[in-house]
């Protein structure tokens, strides 16, 4: 027992990390952080109907994927607009421009219209087929009941 607890501590004091190695992963964080931040912006702002439909609907698995990949793929566009551009004030910029906004949330808005209206279409669709089958067979049957009523006695 005592020497898993020596293994244990041994263990445990070489995972520490120095003074140097904090300070480096904290300039790092830093570094990256300026760099990355502009594009946390526009992807919380831009996401924000995903994550409305994640935090209020969160079992509904096919809106949130419907809604969230087309949100997606509006926000990406702005992310490829931002990533474009050479200033880090510009970079801020992004967000402050309506278009960018109505194209991130537009495909969010794709999305939800997808969600809703296809699934009518779609019935629509295979109702209108259903009809047209069912009168097919009608007018075959019809055809058939002229062609062998004479041979069918009728029933009394």
């Given at each position: 027992m005592k020497t898993e607890n020596k293994i244990l501590l041994k263990k445990t004091k070489q995972s520490r990390v120095s003074g140097f190695q904090k300070v480096f992963l904290f300039v790092l964080f830093l570094a990256i952080s300026f760099k990355v931040l502009p594009a946390i912006v526009v992807l919380f702002l831009g996401l924000?109907?995903?994550?409305?439909?994640?935090?209020?609907?969160?079992?509904?698995?096919?809106?949130?994927?419907?809604?969230?990949?087309?949100?997606?793929?509006?926000?990406?566009?702005?992310?490829?607009?931002?990533?474009?551009?050479?200033?880090?004030?510009?970079?801020?910029?992004?967000?402050?421009?309506?278009?960018?906004?109505?194209?991130?949330?537009?495909?969010?808005?794709?999305?939800?219209?997808?969600?809703?209206?296809?699934?009518?279409?779609?019935?629509?669709?295979?109702?209108?087929?259903?009809?047209?089958?069912?009168?097919?067979?009608n007018a075959k049957l019809e055809k058939l009941k002229s062609n062998w009523d004479n041979l069918i006695p009728e029933q009394r």
């Open positions: 924000l109907p995903t994550l409305t439909i994640v935090v209020t609907d969160t079992k509904n698995i096919n809106k949130i994927t419907t809604v969230g990949c087309f949100n997606i793929s509006g926000v990406m566009i702005c992310l490829n607009n931002l990533f474009n551009q050479i200033t880090a004030v510009s970079k801020f910029s992004i967000t402050d421009n309506i278009f960018n906004i109505i194209i991130m949330l537009s495909g969010a808005a794709v999305g939800v219209v997808l969600y809703y209206i296809l699934p009518d279409i779609f019935v629509y669709i295979f109702k209108n087929s259903a009809q047209h089958r069912l009168k097919l067979i």
